[in-house]
C-alpha cells in the first residue's frame, strides 16, 4: 500500500484526486470498515451531497493498489469488501 497516515482502528483510508479532492476539500480521511465497494459511492454521497453525479460517476477507483471494476459485482469488483487498513483511492478522470 502507498504511505497514507494509519487511520484508527476498524477504519480504511480513502485518498481523493483532483475533481474529487476538490469537491470534499480534502486529500485523505478514514471511514469505518468493512463497506462493499458498491456502496462506497452512495455512503460518500450522502457526507458530501452531489458528490456521485458531480464527481463520481467518471471516477476510477482503486482498493491497495488495484483498480476495481465497478460494473463487475463479484468479490474482486463492486461486490469487493473495503476492510479495516485498507487503502481506498478515487481517481477522477484528467
Known amino acids: ?5 494509519k487511520g484508527p482502528a476498524n477504519h480504511f483510508t480513502i485518498l481523493y484526486f ?9 486529500t485523505t480521511e478514514h ?3 468493512p463497506v462493499r465497494v458498491r456502496d462506497l459511492f452512495t ?3 450522502g457526507t458530501y451531497p452531489g458528490m456521485k453525479e458531480k464527481v463520481l460517476g467518471s471516477c476510477a477507483v482503486t482498493v491497495n ?6 460494473d463487475d459485482d ?3 469488483g463492486a461486490g ?4 479495516a487498513g ?3 483511492a478515487i481517481i477522477p478522470p484528467e
Open 1 to 5: 500500500m502507498a504511505s497514507a497516515s
Open 86 to 88: 485498507d487503502e481506498v
Open 65 to 70: 493498489l488495484e483498480y476495481v471494476d465497478l
Open 80 to 83: 469487493q469488501e473495503i476492510k
Open 43 to 45: 455512503k460518500l454521497d
Open 74 to 76: 463479484d468479490a474482486s
Open 31 to 33: 471511514l469505518p470498515a
Open 18 to 26: 483532483a475533481a474529487a479532492s476538490t469537491f470534499t476539500g480534502k
